[in-house]
């Protein structure tokens, strides 16, 4: 979790100071990832580069591309919220169509979460950018769909480079397209790098270990702290202001998902 909190700040952090932009940090951030996880795997006496699956290379890319260029337009706590609120939805959505039922307070905790993004996001004077929330909130889904997915990987490291691998030409592409607009410093560079091969390449292959021993909706769950963190990164490394309504939209959020959480662990137990 520390490692998905950390790709927000070195992001807001490079696009801030327009280090770098959007799309270009996007492909290096793929690249540096690829090559951390093949050296992985190189290490081993053997390894085959099996075929990708395409529902989550495809959400990885959606996820990193859109998780980057809304990034132009939010603040670190802001973006990370959005992010795992929609994450959280779109795993107990996944649950829900998958056949699980939820009890009147797991019904109360999704209406509570809800109300926490109606906060953060209710027109108002320090509202979040319409068009950064919107990226950020199809970020969030496809990060769910590629957490979802991870949850069948035999070999996890394998299958996160392997992600990278087909997920880094899109991502080239997307560069080529904004190259009207690229922006390259060395100190940007670097900032993706950092969230390639080690936020992301490897904080994401420890993901994919953990995914297939959780729940849907207890990998859900332990992605709540996730805004947190990033918010108080935020503070401290971006000097970035601690809002009334981020406070009350985390309070909200995080409190919604546990009713639906503790709920499910209680069931459990009786």
């Keep these: 979790m520390i490692a998905f909190a950390a790709n927000s700040v070195l992001c807001r952090l490079a696009l801030e100071g327009q280090h770098i932009d959007a799309a270009s940090f996007t492909s290096i951030r793929l690249a540096a990832g690829t090559v951390a996880l093949l050296g992985i795997l190189l290490r081993r006496s053997s390894f085959v580069i099996h075929r990708p699956n395409w529902m989550t290379t495809g959400s990885l890319f959606a996820y990193m591309a859109c998780f980057s260029f809304s990034y132009q337009y939010l603040d670190t706590g802001t973006g990370a919220l959005i992010l795992f609120g929609a994450v959280q939805l779109t795993m107990i959505g996944a649950a829900l169509l998958a056949g699980e039922r939820l009890s009147l307070m797991s019904s109360s905790g999704l209406f509570v979460a809800a109300g926490g993004l109606v906060v953060l996001l209710f027109p108002g004077i320090t509202v979040p950018n319409p068009v950064g929330a919107i990226l950020m909130g199809i970020a969030g889904i496809a990060w769910g769909v590629y957490s979802l997915g991870g949850r069948d990987a035999a070999d996890p490291t394998a299958a996160t480079a392997v992600n990278f691998l087909y997920a880094l030409p899109l991502a080239l592409i997307l560069s080529i397209l904004s190259f009207g607009a690229a922006s390259l410093e060395s100190y940007g560079i670097a900032l993706a790098i950092a969230s390639g091969a080690i936020t992301s390449g490897l904080g994401y292959a420890i993901w994919y270990q953990a995914l297939p021993l ?32 981020l406070v009350l939209a985390t309070i909200l959020l995080i409190g919604g998902i546990s009713l639906v959480l503790w709920n499910r662990s209680a069931k459990r137990t009786q």
């Design 214 to 245: 959780l729940s849907a909706t207890r990998a859900a769950s332990v992605q709540l702290f996730v805004p947190a963190i990033a918010a108080i990164g935020g503070v401290l490394v971006l000097s970035e202001p601690v809002t009334l309504r």
